[in-house]
């Protein structure tokens, strides 16, 4: 115990030591050797650490075992010390605080030994810039191959779309022709023939949606779209069925948003025409809006039948119907379109419905302008 007391008393002591130069012979240059050495060295371990550190200060977020270069920084600069402390001897015999920094850099090299030894594992897993590249290039081969498959499959909806149509107008073309020059037709014949002509108009229908779901891409140019004009847009073409179900919409003033008009008039064309069929009672739809932040979140809601929840997760998938033909005409492809047209303008919809209750679907766009700045503009 006294040992280690006296120890660090005289921890900056040189008289019990002579000074190396006086310790066996050294010559000139010898000793210069030695000296320049040690101090060239001391002055590579010096620097290391400072340029990992100074990497660890711009990289921090990005990289990973961020205490191994702490660990292997204080390692390399108690290394360079030792050095530093060895070229020192020759003129300054500090014997003590050269054992003592010794064992700083014994401990420093053992815990970075142990940390290496803990993160190895996790370092074999990650991957290489070689590999990282090689991953890229694979990710990309399979976009350019999946993004040629979707312009040949676009291709191909459109043209069947428009092939498909043309046998169709046909039937309809001929069923009325039949009709009209048997006008003694027996009146099941006739019911038939209708059925016909009506099974033409709806499947031309769904083709018509499929065509507009598969052809919906992002909007090219972002621009400032007033919600409400594309609200009006739809009503406009909905004028018959709101007046034939004197159906009462209330709209309120709505958040402007990013987009494409014409999408967003389709979207609330199809979410209006909803509210309109999906109801036995006089409709009555309110259309409300707020700002979050910089979306734009908007509901529209309905008095109409309701859809029950365990239900409510399917209606946005291709060609889903809750109700019979015979109840709700229908494509089962409007809420298709309505999810394809929210999620290529980086949006969302959602339902929420209480069967017999009605229905609240919110979408939320990106606003044209965030909340702050809306009453930035109005306190000014
Ligand atoms: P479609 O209206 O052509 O049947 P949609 O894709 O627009 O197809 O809707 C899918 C299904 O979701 C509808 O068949 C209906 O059962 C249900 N649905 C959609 N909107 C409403 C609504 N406002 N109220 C009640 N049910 C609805």
Request: charged fraction near 20%.
């Amino acid at each position: 115990m006294n040992e280690i007391i006296e120890f660090f008393r005289g921890l900056f002591s040189t008289s019990e030591w002579p000074p190396r130069w006086k310790c066996g012979y050294w010559s000139d240059f010898h000793g210069s050797l030695y000296i320049v050495s040690e101090l060239l060295i001391w002055t590579a371990y010096f620097l290391i650490p400072l340029i990992i550190l100074n990497y660890l200060s711009r990289k921090k977020a990005s990289l990973k075992f961020n205490r191994a270069y702490v660990y292997f920084a204080a390692f390399i600069l108690l290394c360079g010390s030792t050095h530093f402390l060895d070229a020192l001897m020759f003129w300054v015999p500090m014997y003590r605080l050269n054992a003592l920094i010794r064992t700083a850099t014994a401990i420093v090299s053992l815990l970075t030994v142990y940390h290496l030894v803990k993160i190895l594992p996790q370092a074999f897993k990650q991957k290489t810039n070689i590999e990282l590249e090689k991953e890229i290039q694979r990710r990309e081969e399979a976009e350019r191959k999946l993004e040629e498959a979707n312009k040949e499959l676009e291709a191909f909806v459109y043209i069947a779309s428009h092939d498909l149509q043309e046998p169709l107008r046909k039937i309809k073309i001929f069923t009325t022709m039949l009709m009209d020059s048997n006008t003694n037709m027996l009146e099941e014949d006739n019911a038939i023939m209708a059925k016909i002509s009506g099974s033409a108009t709806r499947m031309q229908t769904m083709i018509t949606d499929v065509l507009a779901l598969s052809t919906i891409k992002e909007p090219g140019e972002a621009m400032e779209v007033n919600v409400n004009a594309a609200i009006d847009n739809a009503l406009a073409d909905l004028e018959i069925k709101i007046i034939e179900k004197a159906a009462v919409i209330n709209v309120e003033e709505l958040p402007s948003v990013i987009g494409n008009e014409g999408y967003l008039s389709q979207l609330f064309l199809n979410l209006i025409g909803n509210a309109l069929k999906f109801s036995q009672v006089q409709p009555v739809i309110n259309i409300t809006g707020e700002l979050i932040g910089n979306k734009a979140r908007i509901h529209v809601t309905d008095n109409g039948i309701g859809i029950a929840e365990q239900n409510q997760h399917k209606i946005f998938d291709i060609f889903q119907r809750l109700n019979t033909k015979s109840a709700y005409e229908g494509s089962g492809i409007g809420l298709a379109i309505c999810k394809k047209i929210t999620e290529v303008h980086n949006g969302t919809i959602k339902v929420k419905s209480k069967p017999g209750e009605g229905t609240t679907f919110t979408i939320e766009l990106p606003a044209a302008k965030t909340k702050t700045e809306v009453l930035n503009r109005v306190t000014t």
